[in-house]
């Protein structure tokens, strides 16, 4: 018994270092990960090998895919690309699995040693950081040794042994048990390494020990379509198909193994080596049979998952991924993509105010205010979210975006409440009343509601890319919007004193509408303060200090200082 639990023991240690050697590289190169993906996946060859690197980094391509799909819903990049960068994805995941076969035993204890120590004394930095990878790396090595250890008087035990003995040679049973402990360890890497030391201390057959690695391919696979079931389904194409690919790999294997074993035999007469050089020419074959078939694949995808008929039903939020709180920079991606999706509800309120006011169509009217209900539903989901990322694995870059994203949720909640204000009064003060703006005041009301719209598209830009330019440009049009709001009210207080009819029965919603359309632009214009913030072009105050009184203008200058 005491054996059984060192052997579980050593197993979870295992998977526990493959968790904290992941988590540490996406949160001190999340960003840089991101961009090289990005970037690499002009071509699907270059996607590819940037699945390979960014695999062998993070040693996991279940972390590599999630990526992947975020890119997607973002329609950053394309499905057959994304299906290449799988495929090295899987490729990277083998080769890290061949590097840590080897016998690095004194390796282990220098790196958790180096590792705390680096981590103890600079928890903040990159360097801490690194530190806790290294932790992770020895940990890793450390628990192969204590696998080692635990199965040896397993395997003598008798009882064991004909447990081992009367098992049914299936590949396919092989194989779902393979899957089964892949999906539970949450990591097909750590499963193959524990499949290949058991068939060096004689727990496992070598036959038994391959089903079990095609297995863990499969589970692998399947995990990562089991945490993205609940995203889009753009996203959700990628782990489908890489899914697909693994599938049909495997199956043209299971005839083939008996040739593969002997074939292993005569590369390496050690079984450890053959399970592990197994699980590599599985990954890289599919990778050679399947990268010319990627275009090929993401139209049978396409014809098998077609894009729904987009309807009020649509289930949202759909880009806060739970399993994505790990690593906080893909979180706050998620949270940022569903606060773009918010934002996009806000515009089609916005849009639809003037169409409201022209048409009187009060169903349209009632449409738009409903939608608000959505507005704060995200803003809720989002909110939470947020909440849920831990403040303390942020870097200063990530907590500054992190605090972006939750200022713009909650101006786009804000401005959904505003314009449900505006559509109940135009019902209430216009349409119920049946009355009718001036040519002149509609003209207005169009005219800053047309610059309204031009604004929030400008801020949802610079909420996404963060350019210092757009955001300075934003700025400088709420001065203008201010004073484009000064000259309508003055020009609405002229009609009135010339007794024009119109002006005078909608006198009250006229001056309501361009100061909640003043305060629309407030809050959408607000998102440019921290990114001019963070750049240093924001100036302390806005009062000039020619109008300060002395004691006043002192206190400033040392406040400045």
Same mark, same amino acid.
């Given at each position: 018994?005491?054996?059984?639990?060192?052997?579980?023991?050593?197993?979870?240690?295992?998977?526990?270092?493959?968790?904290?050697?992941?988590? %540490?590289?996406?949160?001190?190169?999340?960003?840089?990960?991101?961009?090289?993906?990005?970037?690499?996946?002009?071509?699907?060859?270059?996607?590819?090998?940037?699945?390979?690197?960014?695999?062998?980094?993070?040693?996991?391509?279940?972390?590599?895919?999630?990526?992947?799909?975020?890119?997607?819903?973002?329609?950053?990049?394309?499905?057959?690309?994304?299906?290449?960068?799988?495929?090295?994805?899987?490729?990277?995941?083998?080769?890290?699995?061949?590097?840590?076969?080897?016998?690095?035993?004194?390796?282990?204890?220098?790196?958790?040693?180096?590792?705390?120590?680096?981590?103890?004394?600079?928890?903040?930095?990159?360097?801490?950081?690194?530190?806790?990878?290294?932790?992770?790396?020895?940990?890793?090595?450390?628990?192969?040794?204590?696998?080692?250890?635990?199965?040896?008087?397993?395997?003598?035990?008798?009882?064991?042994?004909?447990?081992?003995?009367?098992?049914?040679?299936?590949?396919?049973?092989?194989?779902?048990?393979?899957?089964?402990?892949?999906?539970?360890?949450?990591?097909?890497?750590?499963?193959?390494?524990?499949?290949?030391?058991?068939?060096?201390? %004689?727990?496992?057959?070598?036959?038994?020990?391959?089903?079990?690695?095609?297995?863990?391919?499969?589970?692998?696979?399947?995990?990562?379509?089991?945490?993205?079931?609940?995203?889009?389904?753009?996203?959700?194409?990628?782990?489908?198909?890489?899914?697909?690919?693994?599938?049909?790999?495997?199956?043209?294997?299971?005839?083939?193994?008996?040739?593969?074993?002997?074939?292993?035999?005569?590369?390496?007469?050690?079984?450890?080596?053959?399970?592990?050089?197994?699980?590599?020419?599985?990954?890289?074959?599919?990778?050679?049979?399947?990268?010319?078939?990627?275009?090929?694949?993401?139209?049978?995808?396409?014809?098998?998952?077609?894009?729904?008929?987009?309807?009020?039903?649509?289930?949202?939020?759909?880009?806060?991924?739970?399993?994505?709180?790990?690593?906080?920079?893909?979180?706050?991606?998620?949270?940022?993509?569903?606060?773009?999706?918010?934002?996009?509800?806000?515009?089609?309120?916005?849009?639809?105010?003037?169409?409201?006011?022209?048409?009187?169509?009060?169903?349209?009217?009632?449409?738009?205010?409903?939608?608000?209900?959505?507005?704060?539903?995200?803003?809720?989901?989002?909110?939470?979210?947020?909440?849920?990322?831990?403040?303390?694995?942020?870097?200063?870059?990530?907590?500054?975006?992190?605090?972006?994203?939750?200022?713009?949720?909650?101006?786009?909640?804000?401005?959904?409440?505003?314009?449900?204000?505006?559509?109940?009064?135009?019902?209430?003060?216009?349409?119920?009343?049946?009355?009718?703006?001036?040519?002149?005041?509609?003209?207005?009301?169009?005219?800053?509601?047309?610059?309204?719209?031009?604004?929030?598209?400008?801020?949802?830009?610079?909420?996404?890319?963060?350019?210092?330019?757009?955001?300075?440009?934003?700025?400088?049009?709420?001065?203008?919007?201010?004073?484009?709001?000064?000259?309508?009210?003055?020009?609405?207080?002229?009609?009135?004193?010339?007794?024009?009819?119109?002006?005078?029965?909608?006198?009250?919603?006229?001056?309501?509408?361009?100061?909640?359309?003043?305060?629309?632009?407030?809050?959408?214009?607000?998102?440019?303060?921290?990114?001019?913030?963070?750049?240093?072009?924001?100036?302390?105050?806005?009062?000039?200090?020619?109008?300060?009184?002395?004691?006043?203008?002192?206190?400033?200058?040392?406040?400045?200082?």
């Amino acid at each position: 018994m005491v054996h059984l639990l060192n052997l579980f023991a050593a197993i979870a240690l295992l998977v526990w270092g493959t968790q904290i050697v992941r988590t %540490g590289i996406l949160r001190v190169f999340g960003e840089s990960l991101r961009h090289v993906l990005a970037v690499g996946m002009r071509t699907r060859v270059q996607a590819m090998l940037a699945g390979i690197g960014v695999t062998s980094l993070v040693q996991s391509a279940t972390a590599t895919c999630l990526i992947a799909t975020s890119f997607l819903g973002r329609a950053l990049v394309t499905l057959p690309a994304a299906l290449a960068v799988m495929l090295g994805a899987d490729v990277g995941s083998a080769a890290m699995t061949v590097v840590f076969s080897f016998d690095l035993s004194w390796l282990s204890p220098l790196l958790i040693f180096g590792g705390v120590v680096a981590f103890i004394s600079r928890e903040k930095t990159t360097f801490g950081q690194l530190g806790r990878v290294a932790i992770g790396l020895g940990l890793i090595l450390l628990s192969l040794q204590l696998i080692v250890a635990a199965t040896r008087p397993l395997v003598e035990s008798p009882a064991v042994r004909v447990l081992l003995e009367a098992l049914p040679q299936d590949v396919m049973l092989d194989m779902l048990v393979g899957a089964l402990l892949a999906v539970a360890a949450y990591s097909s890497l750590a499963i193959v390494l524990l499949v290949a030391t058991l068939a060096v201390s %004689g727990a496992v057959t070598v036959p038994i020990a391959l089903g079990l690695v095609l297995g863990a391919n499969l589970g692998s696979a399947l995990l990562a379509v089991m945490l993205t079931s609940k995203s889009a389904l753009v996203e959700r194409r990628l782990p489908i198909g890489n899914l697909l690919f693994k599938l049909v790999g495997a199956l043209c294997a299971i005839p083939l193994l008996p040739v593969a074993q002997d074939a292993l035999r005569l590369v390496s007469h050690q079984v450890h080596q053959q399970v592990v050089l197994f699980h590599l020419l599985f990954n890289i074959v599919l990778t050679l049979v399947f990268i010319g078939l990627t275009g090929v694949a993401a139209k049978l995808l396409l014809k098998l998952l077609p894009e729904p008929r987009v309807g009020a039903t649509a289930q949202r939020p759909r880009h806060l991924d739970p399993s994505a709180l790990t690593t906080p920079s893909l979180a706050i991606s998620c949270a940022a993509r569903e606060a773009l999706y918010q934002a996009d509800v806000v515009e089609t309120m916005l849009r639809g105010i003037v169409p409201v006011l022209r048409s009187n169509d009060l169903a349209l009217a009632e449409q738009l205010r409903q939608m608000d209900d959505t507005v704060d539903e995200l803003y809720t989901s989002i909110k939470l979210y947020l909440t849920q990322i831990s403040r303390q694995a942020l870097s200063e870059r990530e907590g500054r975006r992190w605090t972006d994203v939750m200022s713009f949720t909650i101006n786009m909640e804000q401005i959904g409440d505003i314009i449900e204000r505006v559509l109940q009064d135009i019902e209430d003060k216009k349409i119920r009343p049946n009355r009718r703006l001036s040519d002149a005041g509609m003209g207005e009301i169009c005219h800053l509601h047309e610059r309204l719209v031009a604004n929030l598209r400008l801020a949802m830009s610079v909420f996404l890319d963060g350019h210092v330019r757009d955001a300075r440009k934003l700025l400088e049009e709420k001065a203008r919007f201010r004073d484009l709001q000064h000259e309508y009210a003055a020009s609405h207080i002229a009609r009135l004193q010339d007794n024009t009819p119109q002006s005078i029965e909608t006198s009250s919603l006229h001056l309501d509408l361009i100061s909640d359309l003043k305060r629309i632009n407030s809050h959408i214009c607000s998102i440019a303060y921290p990114i001019l913030e963070s750049a240093g072009a924001l100036t302390a105050t806005r009062i000039r200090a020619s109008v300060l009184t002395p004691g006043e203008s002192d206190l400033q200058k040392l406040g400045d200082s």
